[in-house]
């Protein structure tokens, strides 16, 4: 997975509210070794502000971001992407007339993603990728890809570059937008990619 940006500012300010919450997590962990009269062995370094808040925020990034309670009330407005999205694509290739099975799979924790998407032809990888919220129920994920041909595919099949849009709106089970490619290729098309299975981990 690569890091991706988001248009809000919830990175900055729940990772400030997990360094704060640090503090009294770790002052009650050292309260209550000492009640249970525990003695850590001289090569195991008692908690600290700084291992806590680091245990916090891997929990946090890697699992909580996706429980739905922090969706509904606000805190969290990163949409859950993980998981395999069935759909088709259209291309000007073909004057965008004939409907390409696609499977879109992506792998998302809070700070990172991976979008792959497969068809008979190729396979595509993201290489950067952006969440920007166009409106307040719709969000876009911009990103860039690299398209490798699958051994079935034609000759005129190259490796090559692209970018593309998707937009989801909230609670939907739906993903919409389009796709441009770079040298070689030249050509756009429009996709549409329904949920068929969430991943959790």
Known sequence: MHP???????REHVTCVLAITAIPVTWALSMFLVYMRVTLPWW????????????LYYLFNKYIWKCRVLHKVGII?????????AGYLKSSVDECDKEQEATLSVSQCWTAISISLQTKQSKSSSLVAAMVTETESCTSIYYEYRNEPLPAAGATMHTHRGSARLSMKADSREMQGEYYTGRDRESRGSMQFFREQSHHQ
């Open 44 to 55: 195991f370094e008692a908690a600290s502000v700084t291992g806590v808040f680091e245990l």
């Open 4 to 10: 991706y940006s988001i248009s809000s500012s919830e």
């Open 77 to 85: 407005s990163t949409p859950n992407l993980s998981g395999v999205w």
